[in-house]
């Protein structure tokens, strides 16, 4: 079958994007950890237009990564309610499985919620606030909608609905 190694590839490289951005967080010795401006600040404007990452429509990807250090948690979900986690534990182990009928149609509408359009980081203008805390990022066809666990954040409500689902309803803990 020709088509499966193909449909690999546009989450492999939507991960890899998305290691690059996760790892390149944290400052590099600068005391302000937010210090770059975002596009269209008093600062230097950024190049091209600026676009969202995303995913195809039903689909989601949660990457996760505590501090500069931590492993990288890679879950990625297709419509239908499989899911593949690679190194979901911090073990090093890829996970497979299926979320149940009940939890696939609570991601569908949570994903096909319009609200989440106003979640992503681009329309918040997002940037990360702390080093060291749990980055979640969570690609949907809407766009990337990045989470911290810093005091005093504040959670999109819709994408931590969706946080809170797929967190729950794969491991996390070590399968060997």
């Known amino acids: 079958m020709v088509a499966a190694p193909w449909s690999r590839i546009a989450p492999l490289s939507v991960t890899a994007l998305l290691v690059v ?5 944290a400052p590099s010795g600068a005391d302000d950890p937010v210090a770059a401006p975002a596009a269209g600040d008093s600062g230097a404007e950024l190049p091209g237009p600026p676009q969202a990452a995303t995913t195809g429509k039903g689909r989601v990807s949660l990457l996760q990564k505590e501090g500069t250090e931590g492993p990288l948690r890679t879950l990625n979900v297709e419509p239908d309610g499989r899911w593949e986690c690679i190194d979901c534990a911090g073990d090093g182990v890829t996970s497979t499985g299926r979320l149940d009928g009940e939890q696939v149609q609570r991601l569908q509408r949570l994903l096909a919620d319009p609200a989440l359009t106003g979640e992503t980081d681009e329309a918040r203008g997002y940037r990360v606030a702390c080093v060291g805390a749990l980055t979640s990022s969570l690609l949907t066809s809407a766009g990337l909608i990045t989470s911290q666990d810093c005091p005093g954040e504040i959670r999109p409500p819709v994408a931590y609905e969706i946080l809170l689902l797929l967190t729950q309803a794969t ?3 070590p399968t060997s």
């Open 21 to 25: 951005f996760l790892t390149g967080c």
């Open 171 to 173: 491991p996390a803990v």
